[in-house]
């Protein structure tokens, strides 16, 4: 079935499974037409629930394959809206062990048995999933906490199914241009890298750590405290936070929260770490978000963490902002720079921002809408966003679901203009400038110490007789002699600040 695929022999047994679980589900013709496997067409009526049959396939196939497919869930790009509406449904169940079995490892993490470690340890699973399996306990001073436990042998499994999908994308990109598209090399990077990252608990909660220090004066939102005495790479011990899920307005009324305070709070909060921090949750559905009194929200399972960078986040401002200005040039401009290197002719972004414009600019931002055309317009257009702007997307329209399942006609614009706010006063803080200031101030001098022998080595250019060939004019001379100047002046006036602020 598959074409020379070659895997190592400890990693054969899997690869049978993989193969196995395929032809249950059917998927002979979905692996042809990316260049993995020969097989025969299938006929209309069963190619018809072929996304349907793809994710029940990945479902049974564990971890892995869950998150492959919760990574193709964000490419809107590049999938047709079938495809999108079968894998946003992957979920990451797994049937509960008994603790009995996960016993060995949690005593080789602690050093200890539970009970001993904790004053009250609960032998009954609080939840599981595929890669770990949750346990209350409480410490002597009664304070309730939970074990989150790395399931025995999922770390195996995972390399080998990585190893598998390397193997895999490399033969798909090879063979078929339609693959090509996915860059599935790199999509195969990017599953590695997260995964490694989410089995690792140590990362989970150095994660938590950071999200809980860029939010330390906001007092809205709440990020357990990680007790690193007890907790590893297999084991992660964290406070137990108890609360609502944002499952509806009317339930969290009738608990005393007011709702359209939950529902600001949440699009803050998004907001901020995307485009303030530059460090956000990378699937924040409502499983991994609690309401609390006082409208207040804790966010839980911190293992994927997306992160933006100044760049990534000044672009993300100007694309919002042309949308609202109806400025489609604007809007252009950013999906070029998006799509810079995939060969897009230019009149494919301007018809994309032009269509973008004329259906979303100039109004209120209905986040689902939006990203309902976007990614559509993007795929008919052949435009290809970078990876970590799909997660964006994907993190601001998952918390726009839930804050519209709070509040039914929220809108996301009052929220994004007061980001822009909290942006640009964080540019303008101090200590951002401090550093910079500092630099600058420096090299300033140094230039300074260098500026005699600068200047003469100027006037001794200008007294020279013109060279037919010197590739320097004259004035371009005298343009550095005025910037020489204006720079040893500007550091001096930097200086004086300096002395002056120092001495105030």
Do not use: Y
Not at 345 to 350: D, H, K
């Amino acid at each position: 079935m598959i074409k020379t695929l070659a895997v190592a022999a400890r990693d054969r047994a899997r690869l049978g499974e993989i193969l196995a679980v395929a032809s249950r589900f059917g998927l002979e013709t979905l692996l042809a037409r990316i260049g993995i496997a020969r097989g025969g067409d299938a006929g209309e009526e069963s190619a018809s629930d072929l996304p349907h049959r793809t994710r029940l396939a990945i479902e049974a196939l564990g971890p892995t394959f869950v998150k492959l497919g919760q990574i193709l869930g964000t490419r809107g790009d590049l999938l047709a809206p079938e495809w999108i509406a079968e894998l946003e449904k992957l979920h990451s169940q797994a049937p509960k062990l008994p603790f009995e079995a996960l016993r060995p490892a949690v005593e080789e993490a602690l050093g200890q048995p539970p009970e001993q470690a904790f004053a009250r340890f609960d032998p009954a699973p609080l939840a599981a999933a595929s890669m770990a399996q949750v346990h209350r306990a409480w410490l002597d001073d009664g304070r309730a906490v939970v074990l989150k436990i790395r399931r025995p042998g999922v770390r195996p499994l995972i390399e080998a199914d990585l190893r598998i999908v390397a193997h895999l994308a490399a033969l798909a990109e090879h063979a078929s241009a339609e693959a090509r598209r996915f860059s599935p090399r790199a999509l195969a990077r990017q599953l590695a890298e997260s995964l490694r990252d989410e089995l690792d608990f140590t990362i989970e909660g150095r994660n938590a750590d950071r999200l809980r220090a860029d939010f330390a004066g906001d007092g809205r939102v709440l990020v357990p405290e990680i007790h690193w005495a007890w907790s590893s790479e297999t084991l992660l011990v964290m406070d137990f936070i108890e609360g609502l899920p944002p499952v509806g307005g009317a339930t969290l009324r009738a608990h005393g929260i007011d709702s359209a305070q939950i529902a600001a709070t949440g699009a803050d909060m998004v907001l901020d770490m995307v485009l303030v921090n530059g460090r956000f949750h990378a699937d924040p559905h409502p499983g991994n978000l609690l309401c609390l009194p006082g409208n207040r929200i804790a966010l839980l399972d911190l293992g994927s963490i997306g992160h933006v960078s100044p760049k990534r986040r000044e672009e993300f401002l100007s694309f919002v902002t042309a949308l609202q200005s109806g400025d489609p040039g604007g809007l252009a401009d950013t999906l070029a720079l998006w799509s810079d290197g995939h060969d897009v002719p230019r009149e494919n972004v301007v018809r994309a921002a032009e269509r973008l414009v004329a259906r979303h600019g100039g109004g209120r931002i209905v986040l689902s809408a939006l990203i309902g055309d976007f990614l559509p317009i993007l795929r008919d257009e052949r435009l290809i966003l970078p990876p970590d702007l799909l997660l964006i997307f994907r993190a601001l329209l998952t918390i726009d679901g839930v804050l519209t399942g709070i509040e039914p006609d929220f809108d996301l614009s009052g929220p994004m203009a007061r980001a822009g706010l909290r942006v640009a006063r964080a540019r303008l803080a101090p200590e951002r400038w401090q550093a910079t200031a500092q630099a600058l101030v420096w090299e300033l001098l140094r230039l300074g110490d260098d500026a005699p022998r600068l200047i003469r080595a100027a006037v001794r250019r200008l007294e020279a007789p013109p060279v037919a060939e010197a590739a320097t004019s004259d004035a371009a001379i005298r343009a550095a002699g005025r910037w020489i100047a204006g720079a040893l002046l500007a550091g001096f006036m930097l200086v004086a600040g300096a002395i002056l602020l120092g001495h105030g």
